[in-house]
């Protein structure tokens, strides 16, 4: 379970720098589903001792270089936007109950 929606928020962040592109047939929700299993795989590889231990950004970073080249945009995509891309895991929006669901918990807790 999560606080932060962070489908909702890749999918934005994807559908702000893919349709600059006039890529409108990539499904960014796929895009982003893939990208969590891409995720998934590389630390998958790490518990297994195929890799050896890297950083999150580092396994976003990879994760999202093969879907750019698997969804046709790699060339397309300027540096400073496949960035913001890649570290919008950074800046993920909260579901909308969930600063208030917080609070509560604190007021019950202390």
């Given at each position: ?38 995720y ?20 976003n ?33 909260p ?16």
């Open positions: 379970m999560t606080v932060a929606d962070w489908r909702g928020s890749m999918i934005q962040t994807l559908n702000q720098h893919i349709s600059q592109l006039n890529q409108t047939t990539i499904d960014t929700a796929q895009f982003a589903d893939d990208w969590a299993a891409a998934a795989d590389g630390i998958e590889r790490i518990h297994n001792g195929i890799t050896s231990f890297t950083t999150v950004d580092a396994l970073e990879a994760a999202l270089q093969l879907l750019l080249k698997k969804y046709g945009i790699a060339e397309k995509i300027t540096p400073k936007a496949r960035e913001e891309i890649s570290f919008a895991w950074h800046k993920l929006e579901w909308p109950d969930a600063v208030s669901g917080i609070e509560l918990l604190k007021k019950i807790i202390w």
